[in-house]
């Protein structure tokens, strides 16, 4: 017996290159979706895997406390406390580097290596040079990224202020540390390499600065296995309370590793979130088109039926049919998302300071790539074809003609509409389903276009919110010490400063039950112009005479509603614990904060009107001699300037995003061409026979192409209707998905934003409807006089 | 084949007689070339007067399609020219020949191809809409007795009703000629003459130059002139001393 299947894959074959404008632009589709998930699932496995390889080998603690000093004896302690594993003790400084040339001062943090070099905890990895000699008080090891930001080498110099104390050093060699793959100065929202430097010295350099010998300051430690955290970080502070510890932190605290979990999780929500989304309009879009494929070849099901094909080679047939353009599309798509991969992760290596970050495609992604396409447009086909293969043979051949009835449509119709404008609008109302399913199509493609786009959006206001409304300042100088508020005659008498405001900014720990957080506070003056907490919508928010305002996300992290108080721990000075009320909440997106009233904050604290930090407003053309004139100043601890903080946000943040918001911009236009053109192939596909008879009839290329174009345009219009719907909802989405502690991400679309994704909707409905228009100009004529319809 | 048996489709030279429409010379239409060149039309010399209806007959690869269709500005011929009336058919544009087709020449089809989103009347109006002084819709509808029917969409009317609607949407723009490819090739002998009866109206009654084709040798009977057609040659040519009706018909 023959078994029936050779000519059919043959026919498979024919089809495939008969159809392949749809073919490809089907694959293509697929491809999309796919490249996007297999690059973001890699680059996702990419950075764990560096991270996990790069804490494991470094070491990287659980548990972090600083403290004023203890002697050593005080370490043996420590490590008796249940659920310890292993504790290092430092020494650690902050230390200003001395740069003449740099416009804000440089601060470097300063740690000791123990005199066998490598510590105990956050191992180092040597990328270039030797580790310090231990013998020599003026080697040190600087972090590779402010080396590579300041082009240091192995034999350069670098000054530093020790203590008051100008110490010149030798760069032995450049190092990365677990502990800074982002290098980040206490107290600020981003790591800023050009003016941050850590800095590895020998023990005995920092201890002769610091007159630390036989102490520590500084304590790392790993958790044992089944450690209950809470009760080791209370046994730690109880430990140290006595040594001017400001409180035990874990990871979730630690600066570098909060950045990058934030940094995961963006990419976590980019390899999940976005992939599936876009693969499931992908998916849909396909169920979609090869559906219509398969209705097309209808009468040809029919005809295999009535030569007496049995239904099971029929369904393999199709089978294959839409196997080949999933695994097509797939395998485009896993390749093409393997050189983006390649390409991102080199971009990355500016951003994350990992020893080793080697790309590699994962096997994982590209079996599910396959998986997911082939169930996906078998499913597809499924539903199409065994509709038509269950037929009895003769209806299967007659057409499945929409039914027109008598009241189809409404009788003042005919009073707006042409008879041609009746053929297009009824195309549309008499498939119903068929019609809703496209415009649905097109209204998927959308949003994917905004998806992309809508970031600029975003972090356009992310910038206006926190740089113009809420930090207004544009140089912030932090003073060593807390002096009265008279201090601040002292900067308004600087030239360049328009306006001066005077605040009080202490590190606090604050609870509501088990819930902690780890926080500056910052005591604003009433009616302050330099620093004004807002709402969503740009209000203001009044600084209350007592109580806090809190960000919302950290009033969400501390389980907290208006009116509940808040145990706030300060961690310096007296060490108070006080209960204070939250009365507002603020709607920050960079950084969480938390806000007093300057008087309250003094009062809390048990002093007079002092000021720590003081905001300016800075007359732009006086800038420079500004900084001068701050340089020379005494007890000024640090100055950092908004113009930095741009760039930085620039570098840091939008950077990255861009990557990623360009690539779905990219695919969301594939896709939006992919839908509108296969629409459009099998609309002109069904109507071919009532097109060329109105040819025939004397109707005009125009006026034949215009009924069709009428009904695309139709569906088209309607589609971006839905888009423009769908568009807000999908960012929601994604954003609720991505959501971090650093940084949230406004859902923010202009409306310019919607300009162009429509614009792009009809730019490539424009370019589908202009390869119809050449189709129906091919329409043959003859052919029809003798085709049934 | 000898020249004498190769019959001309020619009223020979009647000078009184309405004034000729269609004039074909040396028709010739082939496909492909070399030795599978299909040989469509040979050679074809034809003179149609005003008002005439004539019926194509003749077994399927004749050449009756490809010379309704080449008189019907929707295909060209390889060599030989074709004209109607000022109008030169063979080498105009696109364009030229839409506008032909537009402004003297209306089809039925084998199949009616009507527009299944439109209803009769709307079907109808479609054509009067770029027509230059159309009948009215209802005029047209009730030539062919659908009347009733006018508000129907064609998936509710039957085969034959759905030609007849055909027929009306051909004649409602007054056209100079009517062709007609196998317009009861799908239907049943009654309703066949049904369809018949309303082509025949529009000959007879707006004097509409008419071109049937058919297999069917019975129809012939209706014509004045019958071709008979036979590897792309006109083999024979009769005249009917006395046309049937369309009702007289029986198949």
Sequence with gaps: MVIPGGMLNRKALRDLWALRAQVISIALLIASGIAVFVMSASNYATLLRARNDHYAAGRFPDVFVSLKRAPLAVAERLRLIDGVGVLDTRIAATIRIDDPGSELPVMGRMLALPPQGQPALNRLVLRSGVWPDPARADQVLVNEA???????????????????????????????????????RPGDPLPDDRHFAVLWAPERTLANAFDMFGAFNDVVLTLAP????????????????????????????????????????????????????????????????????????????????????????????????????????????????????????????GFFRFPVMEHRLEIWAVLASFVVSLLVAMGAAMRSVTRIVLLPAMAALRPAPPQFRATSLPAWFGLVW???????????????????????????????????????????????????????????????????????????????????EGQRVVPVILRSEHRTYRAALSGLPPGGELNVPRQSDYTRLPVPEEGLVLSRRLVERLGLRIGDSVTVEVLEGRRL????????????????????????????????????????????????????????????????????????????????????????????????????????????????????????????????????????????????????????????????????????????????????????????????????????????????????? | MSETSRARANPGGNSAGPPVVFRARGLTKTYGSGPNAVHALRDVDLDIPEGEFIVLLGPSGSGKSTLLNILGGLDAPTSGEARFREHELTGASEEELTAYRREHVSFVFQFYNLIPSLNVGENVRLVAEIAADPMSVEEAVALVGLTPRLHHFPSELSGGEQQRVAVARAIVKRPDVLLCDEPTGALDSETGRLVLGAIEKANRELGTTTVVITHNSVIAGMAHRVLSLRDGRIVDVSINPERKRAGELSW
């Excluded at chain 1, 082009?151 to 800074?180: K, M, W």
């Design chain 1, 418 to 500: 042409s008879t041609r404008s009746r053929i297009a609008l009824r195309g549309i109302i008499g498939r119903p389903l068929r019609s809703a399913l496209s415009m649905i199509g097109v209204g998927l493609a959308m949003p994917l276009v905004v998806l992309g786009l809508f970031w600029f959006d975003a972090l356009d206001y992310m910038v206006d919110m926190t740089f113009d409304r809420i930090q207004r300042g544009d140089v912030y100088v932090t003073l060593t010490e807390a002096r009265p508020a008279s201090a601040l005659e002292d900067f308004r008498r600087l030239e360049g400063v328009l306006l001066a």
């Design chain 1, 226 to 349: 089944g450690a209950h955290v809470p009760r080791v970080l209370a046994e730690i502070d109880e430990a140290l309370s006595r040594f001017g510890g400001t409180g035990a932190i874990t990871r979730r605290d630690h600066a570098s590793d909060r950045f990058l979990a934030d940094e995961l999780t963006e990419q976590r929500t980019l390899a999940v979130i976005a992939p599936a989304l876009f693969f499931g309009v992908a998916a849909f879009l396909l169920t979609v088109v090869v559906g219509r494929l398969v209705e097309t070849q209808r009468d040809q099901i029919a005809s295999l039926k009535a030569l007496g094909y049995p239904s099971g080679p029929i369904l393999r047939h199709y089978f294959l049919l839409v196997s080949a353009i999933a695994v097509t599309g797939a395998g485009i798509g896993i390749v093409a998302g393997h050189v983006l991969a390649i390409w991102v992760v080199e971009a990355y290596r």
């Design chain 1, 577 to 789: 614990v006080r209960d204070v009320p939250l009365t507002a909440i603020s709607d920050d997106v960079l950084g969480m904060s938390a806000t007093l009233s300057i008087a309250a904050l003094n009062t809390l604290l048990r002093e007079g009107p002092l000021i720590n930090v003081v905001a300016l407003r800075v007359d732009p053309a006086h800038r420079k001699a500004l900084f001068r004139q701050l340089a020379a100043m005494p007890a000024i601890a640090t100055t950092s300037s908004k113009q930095v903080w741009l760039d930085l946000f620039q570098d840091r943040v939008v950077g990255l995003i861009m990557v990623s918001a360009g690539l779905l911009t990219l695919f969301g236009m594939l896709i939006v061409v992919g839908v509108v053109y296969n629409v459009a192939r099998v609309t002109l596909h069904e109507r071919a026979t009532e097109l060329a008879s109105l040819r025939i009839l004397g109707f005009t290329r125009e006026e034949v192409a215009g009924i069709l174009l009428t009904e695309l345009a139709i569906i088209v219009v309607a589609g971006i209707g839905i888009g423009i719907a769908l568009a807000g909802w999908a960012v929601r989405l994604l954003l609720a998905a991505r959501s971090t502690e650093s940084f949230e991400i406004p859902p923010v679309i202009a409306s310019s934003t919607y300009v162009i994704a429509v614009v792009a909707m009809i730019v490539a409905s424009a370019l589908c409807a202009w390869l119809i228009r050449k189709r129906v100009d091919r329409l043959d004529l003859v052919a029809v006089l003798k085709a049934r319809e």
């Design chain 1, 146 to 184: 402010f080396a590579a930001r300041r082009g240091l080498r192995p034999g350069d110099g670098l000054r530093g202020i020790l203590n008051g104390r100008l110490q010149s050093f030798v760069v032995s060699g450049t190092a990365l540390s677990p502990e800074f793959v982002f290098a980040t």
